[in-house]
């Protein structure tokens, strides 16, 4: 009997290529995600910081603290809007990874079937054939003494 060969073979090694691209793609996507976190809080941070300088006051003090307020406050609202894009491209690369493991996991099941009907047709050639050694063994001239 032949051996084994899954005809499906080159269409799994390219959902194998799709699912280790989607597992990049996420990572990559995680990482953007937690760097536009950790942005977003050192932002945060800064502007919990922001303080009226010491000394006596005066308007143009006021007005510094007003603007660099309003500065900080756009900052950590442009970085909300980031960390919000990265969760949602986590969430896009994740269903992509997902539905890349799935195809890849349905042809690796379709390949386990095939392997096993296989084995179990090349089982059966075996055991016909050691039959019939058997069978003409026992039935030449002098088998079975």
């Known amino acids: 009997m032949r051996?084994?060969?899954f005809r499906l073979e080159s269409v799994a090694r390219v959902r194998e290529h799709q699912q280790r691209a989607a597992a990049q793609r996420l990572a990559v996507a995680a990482r953007d995600l937690r760097l536009a976190q950790r942005r977003r809080e050192a932002a945060r941070q800064a502007t919990?910081?922001?303080?009226?300088?010491?000394?006596p006051g005066d308007a143009a003090a006021l007005h510094w603290v007003h603007e660099q307020s309003d500065r900080m406050a756009t900052i950590v609202a442009l970085r909300e809007e980031r960390v919000t894009a990265a969760e949602a491209g986590v969430h896009t690369a994740r269903q992509s990874f997902?539905?890349?493991?799935?195809?890849?996991?349905?042809?690796?099941?379709?390949?386990?079937?095939?392997?096993?009907?296989?084995?179990?047709?090349?089982?059966?050639?075996w055991a016909s054939e050691?039959?019939?050694?058997?069978?003409?063994?026992f039935s030449a001239p002098g088998g079975a003494s």
Request: aromatic content about 6%.
């Open 3 to 5: 051996a084994f060969r």
């Open 48 to 55: 919990i910081r922001l303080a009226y300088p010491d000394g």
């Open 98 to 125: 997902l539905e890349a493991e799935r195809r890849r996991t349905a042809l690796h099941r379709l390949e386990a079937r095939q392997r096993d009907r296989w084995q179990r047709e090349a089982d059966r050639a």
């Open 130 to 137: 050691l039959d019939d050694m058997a069978t003409v063994r």
